[in-house]
C-alpha cells in the first residue's frame, strides 16, 4: 500500500501545516505550479518520493528537470499528471487525446485551484485535482488530497482543507 499527498499550486509556499501533512504519507505528487526550485528542494528535504510536473508559473529551472507530463504506474495503478488539463466533458484537446491513447486508471491536473474528484464513465478514469496549497490565487481555502493506492485499487481517499488563504 502506497499512502499519497497529492498537492498542487504552491506557489513558492509550503507552509508548516502542508509540511506536517506530507510527513504522514509515503508518496508526494505535486501537479505544477512549484513557483521555485527552493519550494521543490523543500519538498525533497522531507526525504520521500516526489513526482512532479511544471506548471505554467515555472520557470526555466524546475522545466529543465520537471516534464510538462508524466505517465507512471503506482503499484498497479495507471497515472497520468499534467498541470492544464481539464476535467470530465471539458478536457484540453491535447490531454484527451493522451487519455484516449494512455488509458490511465488515475488522471491527475492542477491548475483551476479548485478541488475535484470525479469519475469520468465515458473515458473510465478518476480524476483528481488538489486544489491549491499555497497562499497566492483567487481559492478561498488552501487544500490538498490524500489517499491510498494499494495494488489495483485507490482508496481512503480524503480531502485535507488547509484555512483560508490570507490566513497562514
Known amino acids: 500500500m502506497t499512502r499519497v ?6 506557489h513558492a ?5 502542508v509540511i506536517n501533512h506530507l510527513k504522514q504519507h509515503d508518496e508526494i505528487w505535486h501537479a505544477g505550479d512549484i513557483g521555485l526550485l527552493s519550494t ?19 520557470g526555466h529551472e524546475l522545466r529543465s528537470f520537471l516534464p510538462l507530463d508524466l505517465s507512471f ?15 470530465p466533458k471539458r478536457y484540453k484537446p491535447r490531454v484527451r487525446e493522451i487519455l484516449l491513447e494512455k488509458k490511465p486508471k488515475l488522471y491527475i491536473c492542477g491548475h483551476s485551484h479548485i478541488l475535484k474528484v470525479i469519475y469520468d464513465n465515458t473515458m473510465d478514469v ?21 489517499f491510498e493506492i494499494d495494488g489495483s485499487n485507490i482508496k481512503n481517499a480524503k480531502v485535507i482543507e488547509l484555512g483560508k488563504r490570507g490566513v497562514l
Open 5 to 10: 499527498a497529492l498537492i498542487s499550486d504552491t
Open 13 to 17: 509556499h509550503v507552509g508548516d501545516d
Open 40 to 58: 521543490y528542494e523543500q519538498l525533497e528535504s522531507l526525504g520521500l518520493p516526489i513526482r512532479a510536473v511544471y506548471g505554467n508559473i515555472d
Open 73 to 87: 504506474f503506482c503499484e498497479g495503478v495507471a497515472v497520468f499528471m499534467t498541470h492544464i488539463g481539464g476535467y
Open 126 to 146: 478518476l480524476h483528481m485535482n488538489p486544489g491549491a496549497c499555497g497562499k497566492h490565487g483567487f481559492h478561498a481555502i488552501r487544500t490538498m488530497l490524500s
